[in-house]
């Protein structure tokens, strides 16, 4: 683990996206990380798609919840 420099404009926003997130600032950091590290890596996949991808290799369902709007 390491420390990074950021600027103190994009910590603000962290700081308020992991408050929306319910995540800490640094989960938010490093899920920021992760996504765009994926959208490098996988230009031709939307955000939606990333996702849905890193959820299915979690091991989540992504079935509806019973008496989900469709």
Do not use: Y
């Amino acid at each position: 683990m390491g420390i990074v420099n950021i600027e103190d404009e994009l910590h603000e926003q962290l700081r308020r996206a992991s408050k929306a997130s319910c995540r800490s600032i640094n989960g938010q950091a490093a899920f920021w990380m992760r996504i765009g590290m994926l959208g490098e890596l996988n230009p031709g996949l939307t955000f939606q798609e990333l996702a849905a991808r890193e959820l299915k290799a979690a091991g989540v369902d992504g079935a509806p919840a019973a008496g989900a709007a469709a």
